[in-house]
């Protein structure tokens, strides 16, 4: 999303002080950009404009709903982002078991997939994530398979959500360094 990052701060903690002008000024320029973002994103995987607005407004619902989270002493557009994401996700995720209604004369635009690679990059991933103590295993496995917010998984798990982003974190550190390790040449 390309917007100016001072300017949106600045109408996102005018709009937390009580002003409504300023408040609608940034939903508007959020708007403006978020529309582009999905647009962009659903357009690679051939979806329509009209979800990419759907999303729009459920990402600007979200923001509206939850902006008591936002910290104001934080940049605004990576929390705004992070929403927009998982919005994404969420849409995708669901709608991904409405090609199953796809009517039987278009069989014939499926195409079989070797899922072989696929297969073998899971049981990799499970392999790796395997090797991590089981706090880290499990955060990961949570935030980033399953698509869980750090608050969910905090919230299951018995940790803050500080420690759970800690535990992401160093975890994912710790993959990366393995996958280091595998690549580099014997």
């Keep these: 999303m390309v917007a100016n990052e001072?300017?949106?701060r600045s109408l996102m903690?005018?709009?937390?002080?009580?002003?409504?002008a300023a408040y609608r000024v940034l939903l508007s320029r959020l708007s403006a950009n978020l529309r582009a973002y999905y647009k962009g994103k659903l357009a690679r995987?051939?979806?329509t404009a009209t979800e990419a607005e759907d999303l729009t407004q459920e990402a600007l619902m979200a923001i509206h709903t939850r902006r008591h989270t936002y910290d104001p002493s934080a940049p605004l557009l990576p929390w705004v982002h992070a929403i927009a994401r998982y919005k994404l996700i969420d849409h995708l995720r669901q709608t991904r078991a409405l090609m199953s209604d796809l009517p039987i004369e278009?069989?014939?635009?499926?195409?079989?997939?070797?899922d072989h690679a696929a297969i073998e990059s899971a049981y990799d991933v499970k392999g790796m994530l395997n090797q991590l103590p089981d706090k880290m295993r499990r955060t990961i496995q949570l935030t980033k398979l399953e698509g869980l917010s750090v608050a969910e998984v905090a919230s299951r798990c018995n940790m803050s959500e500080s420690d759970v982003k800690v535990?992401?974190?160093?975890?994912?550190k710790a993959l990366m360094a393995s996958i280091g390790r595998k690549r580099a040449p014997q």
């Design 13 to 20: 903690r005018a709009g937390l002080r009580g002003d409504a």
């Design 167 to 172: 535990s992401v974190h160093r975890g994912m």
């Design 45 to 47: 995987i051939g979806r």
């Design 6 to 8: 001072a300017e949106l």
């Design 106 to 114: 278009n069989a014939e635009d499926l195409v079989a997939q070797d």
